[in-house]
């Protein structure tokens, strides 16, 4: 079977970047503040969702959300701006 591909959020990676800088966080320091239990985070994750490399699960997408005070529709609906 293969994958089934849908379209990814253009803005994402900005939104998830811009909560980091926002609360003033390196990248090691966002790894312990996202802490999903079963979801194994490091440095180079962040990195990854940073620059639109990959997707974070929907626990840790979650907990950008709760960070950064916003929701999770937001940060994955490219036609609302935010911050």
């Known amino acids: 079977m293969g994958r089934s591909y849908r379209s990814r959020p ?3 990676a900005d939104k ?3 909560i980091r800088l926002q609360l003033g966080m390196t990248q090691a320091q966002m ?3 996202l802490a999903v239990k ?3 985070l490091r ?3 962040i990195s990854g ?11 840790v997408l979650l907990r950008y959300a709760r960070l ?10 490219d036609k609302i701006r935010w911050p």
């Open 49 to 59: 969702y940073e620059l639109g490399q990959r997707e974070p699960p929907l626990l």
């Open 38 to 40: 079963d979801e194994p």
């Open 16 to 18: 998830l970047k811009a």
């Open 31 to 33: 790894v312990k503040a």
């Open 10 to 12: 253009r803005r994402l």
């Open 68 to 77: 950064g005070g916003c929701t999770m529709e937001q940060l994955v609906d």
């Open 43 to 45: 440095p180079a994750s």
